[in-house]
């Protein structure tokens, strides 16, 4: 069982940026892919951002160019640094991981987009 715990969300005024953070509770060396989602309010949860095993990286469009994902298996960690946020960007956003035929989620952390 892997657990993931994700930090870094809170309020930020429009054109913000910040970092959201998800440490996973075992190495993350075989974790096929990683990503994150996000669920706004009424809306069904997306994908933003995903890393595989061996770095390749896919955005979804809207954040595309402002956003980074990055993973650090030594820190058993992966990174979404957002920046020039954007109210629509407002949403809990989740780790999630792949590995083999096991698909694990975080709990969510809010991220609030507002001035």
């Known amino acids: 069982q892997v657990r993931l715990v994700e930090s870094g969300g809170g309020l930020v005024q429009p054109g913000g940026s910040l970092t959201l953070s998800c440490t996973a509770s075992?190495?993350?060396?075989?974790?096929?892919?990683m990503a994150w989602y996000r669920q706004a309010p009424g809306l069904e949860r997306e994908l933003v951002a995903l890393?595989?095993?061996?770095?390749?990286?896919h955005y979804e469009e809207s954040v595309k160019g402002r956003s980074t994902i990055s993973r650090d298996n030594a820190k058993n960690s992966m990174l979404l640094q957002m920046n020039r946020l954007k109210p629509e960007d407002t949403a809990v956003y989740y780790c999630?991981?792949?590995?083999?035929?096991?698909?694990?989620w975080g709990q969510g952390t809010q991220v609030t987009v507002s001035s």
């Open positions: 999630y991981a792949r590995g083999g035929q096991s698909r694990y």
């Open positions: 075992v190495s993350i060396d075989n974790i096929n892919t």
């Open positions: 890393i595989t095993i061996h770095g390749t990286t």
